[in-house]
């Protein structure tokens, strides 16, 4: 369990899906995506940078943007989040109530029980 992850809110989500994918990249490039993206305008954008890089995700250095923290760290830590709150840390408990809702094929069952294995 990730710890020491910072919080990423849904929006800043979204602008990390960019910068995960095109970044090392300079801020004004970055503006430009996100505006064609997100719909979002220049101010913003330097807001969310500034907002991100003092909760230690990501780094502006030279007007060059990079992540500190990686896209499977977020999701790690979003998760371990969802099942302490909503399932009282019960990992089955998420498990029954996520396959009670969407329908697992042969190849997904196989790849969990695959995951458990590796695990033990």
């Known amino acids: 369990m990730i710890m020491d992850t910072p919080k990423v809110y849904e929006s800043e989500y979204r602008f ?5 994918e095109k970044g090392p990249i300079k801020s004004t490039e970055l503006a430009k995506i996100c505006e ?9 954008v330097y807001t969310v ?6 909760r230690g995700i990501v780094k502006s250095e ?14 790690t830590a979003e998760i371990d989040e969802l099942v ?3 399932f009282a840390g019960s990992v089955p408990a998420f498990l ?18 695959k995951l458990i294995e590796d695990y033990e």
């Open 96 to 113: 029954a109530a996520f396959t009670r809702s969407k329908k697992l094929s042969k190849k997904d069952i196989e790849e969990l029980k």
């Open 16 to 20: 990390c899906l960019i910068l995960w």
């Open 84 to 86: 302490d709150k909503t």
């Open 36 to 44: 064609a993206e997100l719909g979002w305008k220049k101010a913003t």
């Open 49 to 54: 940078i500034k907002r991100l890089a003092e």
């Open 62 to 75: 030279n007007a060059l943007v990079s992540a500190l923290v990686s896209k499977d760290e977020v999701q």
